[in-house]
């Protein structure tokens, strides 16, 4: 889902369209950064199949700072939306992707992107 949307957002970014119509995805993102703590809650470590790396549970305090992080980046950019301020909306859909990419480059097995 947080693929999905960062690709639209990536294309409201350069296109002449009105912020106006990320306001709703922007907004999506930012809640879902909210849940995040709670889909790798503790009783999660180890689950079958994750990608996720054992510092997600050993490290708890970079994890969460990683977190702290995409949720200030992604509420950045739900409120540039909500302002049809376009600047910001480009600078917070950069730092966003870069907290998806930092918080993978040190808990995610593949970190790709
Ligand atoms: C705070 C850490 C963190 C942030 C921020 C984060 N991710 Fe992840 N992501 C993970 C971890 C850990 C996994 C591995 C989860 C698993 O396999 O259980 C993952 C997995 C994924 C996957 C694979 C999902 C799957 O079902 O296999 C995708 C795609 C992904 N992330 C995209 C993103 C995008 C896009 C963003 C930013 C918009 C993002 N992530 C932000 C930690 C993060």
């Known amino acids: 889902m947080s693929v999905f949307t960062l690709a639209?957002?990536?294309?409201?970014?350069?296109a002449e369209a009105p912020l106006a119509q990320a306001a709703l995805p922007t907004k999506g993102l930012a809640r879902f950064a909210q849940a995040l703590p709670t889909?790798?809650?503790p009783e999660t470590a180890g689950i079958e199949g994750t990608e996720a790396l054992p510092a997600v549970w050993q490290?708890?305090?970079t994890?969460?700072?990683?977190?702290a992080d995409y949720q200030a980046a992604t509420?950045?950019?739900a409120d540039a939306a909500r302002s049809?301020?376009?600047e910001a909306?480009?600078?917070?859909?950069?730092?966003?992707?870069?907290?998806c990419q930092a918080c993978h480059n040190a808990f995610?097995?593949?970190p790709s992107g």
């Open 89 to 99: 909306f480009n600078t917070a859909l950069a730092s966003t992707k870069a907290a």
């Open 59 to 61: 490290d708890e305090e």
């Open 63 to 67: 994890f969460a700072a990683r977190i």
């Open 108 to 110: 995610r097995a593949k």
């Open 39 to 41: 889909l790798f809650a």
């Open 8 to 14: 639209r957002l990536s294309s409201t970014a350069t």
């Open 75 to 77: 509420a950045a950019l």
């Open 84 to 86: 049809d301020n376009r």
